[in-house]
Nanobody
Framework: QVQLVESGGGLVQAGGSLRLSCVTS????????WGWYRQTPGNQREFVAA???????TYTDSVKGRFTIARDNAKNTLYLQMHSLKPEDTGVYFC??????????????WGQGTQVTVSS
């Protein structure tokens, strides 16, 4: 099992920035990369961004150019830098170990998430 501890969420005005962090530990096989997902009440988790072990990244269209995913392997920490935030970015953000970055397929192993609220 992988343990995932997200932090960095908060309340921010539209146009603002936040940086989310996720400390990872443990192991699950295979790990093709790491990703961020978000969920709003009544909806399923949706893919936001992922980074493969080789460093390539992929983003959902709505965050391209505004969000940047990165991983510090020495610190076992995944980051999501978010700029130009919009109210529609509001949700609980979760990090995930990815079975396949290309398929945007996470392992079903989740932390508690961190709440991001963007006010208009």
């Amino acid at each position: 099992q992988v343990q995932l501890v997200e932090s960095g969420g908060g309340l921010v005005q539209a146009g603002g920035s936040l940086r989310l962090s996720c400390v990872t530990s443990g192991y699950i096989f295979p790990i093709n990369g790491w990703g961020w997902y978000r969920q709003t009440p009544g909806n399923q988790r949706e893919f936001v961004a992922a980074i493969a072990n080789g460093g390539s990244t992929t983003y959902t269209d709505s965050v391209k150019g505004r969000f940047t995913i990165a991983r510090d392997n020495a610190k076992n920490t995944l980051y999501l830098q978010m700029h130009s935030l919009k109210p529609e970015d509001t949700g609980v953000y979760f990090c995930a170990a990815m079975r396949s970055v290309a398929m945007r397929a996470p392992h079903d192993n989740w932390g508690q998430g961190t709440q991001v609220t963007v006010s208009s």
